[in-house]
């Protein structure tokens, strides 16, 4: 087993995370769990969304997060834009990175967003040239990578095939998504084969699901092929709308213990991020969904 | 990666998970769970403790429910056994294994049974030799092969030290358990290689908690270990009554549903599986501890 020594946990929860909670969550309280986790020593985290708030009124306060947040030196602030009105908002709050993003299943795509895989990456190429044009870093979020809701399994050359068109219009790094947590570790590992047609290991970031308790395997899976970025979401916050049932981001909480187990080391003090996902679950009423921070919060419940 | 191509799977659910229920459960119960694993195309069923009803009332009815079970061909019955006198009572019952058992930190040895390791091992080589006498096969579980709630940390020598003792009193295989579900893939290898020091890889079984959510990533490690028996309880049934908070048997269903995406053969019916965990579980007045489980169940309620 070949592992790295290092890794680059990127926190989902503030967008991906809250986007998903039927009730709006205050600016304030978005702010502080952003607070909370670069205080715990995440350095990447995924913070907001600059779409429509007719589609998601969870993030319509985005331009009031982003203005809000006390930058750390050394974090890496990313936000979603959909579309070039959608970036130029996004611009005027400063993001570090900016994440566009499309389905390796035309189904998926069709039903999401409307139109084919390669018309969603065609209206994305002008928004790609402003961000890279403005400086600023462009992340492509490549969703159901394995499986698909209404397809079914989804064929690695489909990943290929989208991973070589986020390529093509200048996207520097992506995310391999599995949206509906149904992967296991060895198609995991050839969705990210195919994704390394088009991009170096080091651009390339796991995204995995819990719905069927597989992420941290398919975490170690993609670990020993060399990948070194990978996406989770504090408490476990969030899913996927579009998918009956596939709840489950897998949460940093448990990536984070499993890495530290094995010697691999994330900048993240374990405890602090107790803390952030039992901030942002007290105020949503609920226990964080994951595993270790149940065992911690128990254990020192005595 | 090499892989085994089939993997042996014990359901431990009836034992080592109703024994930990506060309510005892029905004897008739039982029996039709047992029955709805073999039917789901379990081959190997931890049925039930000879161990004093003062010490484990949940227990009580060992030899109802090993005398109610409709056997089927080619189904392995075990039973635990402590001392003598339970597996004097246990042979009557005609198990086709019995499961003696010692810790492999000293602390753990004497809080759960009260002595020392090397005196726990001794006490059972007569067990032992009664068993393979009357021409059953006899496992050894080996608890606390990780961490210790007591202890921390166990060093993989110690695993080594306990397998020597089971093998010298003729015990046949041996459970490596992670009894407070610590572990991470890398301490879970160095575990097993300890263990390999004194059994042949096919004598070994991996038996994972989820407590921190670790446990299919260490299987999969196992896996790739060449381990190819697991234990596992349906509807992540039971836990361990000594250490707080660690509850968490691995559910079946999702070790199944890893094994199977990974194209490793089981034997098991998934489907049928999730329905003797939906029984056990509704019987219970809860749902499933497992996230296979509670996705197929969201899919079926459609």
């Known amino acids: 087993m ?6 680059q946990l990127i926190d989902v929860g503030p967008r991906d995370g809250l986007q998903n909670e039927k009730q709006p969550v205050p600016a304030a309280v978005k702010i502080e769990l952003v607070h909370r986790l670069q205080a715990a020593g995440l350095t990447e985290i995924e913070v907001t969304s600059f ?51 499309g389905a390796a299943s ?56 989208l991973a070589g068109l986020m390529k093509q219009i200048g996207v520097q790094r992506v995310d ?26 080091d651009h390339v970031c796991g995204h995995f699901h819990d719905t069927y308790g597989q992420a941290l395997s398919n975490t170690l899976a993609a670990l020993q092929m060399g990948v070194r970025n990978f996406q989770s979401s504090v408490a476990g916050l969030g899913g996927c709308p579009y998918a009956k049932g596939a709840t ?34 007290d105020f949503l009423g609920r226990k964080p969904n994951s595993n270790v921070a149940k065992a911690i919060l128990n254990k020192r419940a005595g």
Chains 1, 2 share one sequence.
Request: some cysteine; proline content about 5%; aromatic content about 6%.
């Open 2 to 7: 070949s592992l790295p020594s290092r890794v």
């Open 51 to 101: 779409v429509s708030p007719k589609w998601v009124p969870q993030m319509a306060d985005n331009a009031e997060v982003m203005g809000g947040i006390q930058r750390q030196a050394g974090v890496r602030y990313s936000v979603l834009t959909p579309n070039l009105q959608g970036f130029e908002a996004a611009l005027k709050t400063r993001p570090d990175e900016i994440v566009v993003f």
């Open 106 to 161: 035309e189904a998926f795509s069709h039903k999401n967003i409307n139109c084919s895989i390669a018309e969603s990456i065609e209206r994305f190429a002008p928004v790609v040239q402003a961000a890279l044009a403005a400086g600023i870093a462009v992340r492509g979020a490549m969703s159901c990578t394995v499986g698909c809701p209404y397809e079914g399994d989804v064929a690695p050359e489909r990943v290929a095939y």
């Open 176 to 201: 391999v998504a599995d949206t509906i947590g149904v992967g296991t570790p060895l198609r995991v590992q050839k969705a990210i084969e195919a994704t390394l047609q088009h991009f170096d290991v």
């Open 248 to 281: 489950g981001n897998v949460s940093t909480e448990d990536v984070v213990y499993m890495l530290h187990g094995m010697g691999i080391a994330t900048g993240i003090d374990l405890d602090k991020l107790v803390d952030a996902g039992a901030f942002i679950s």
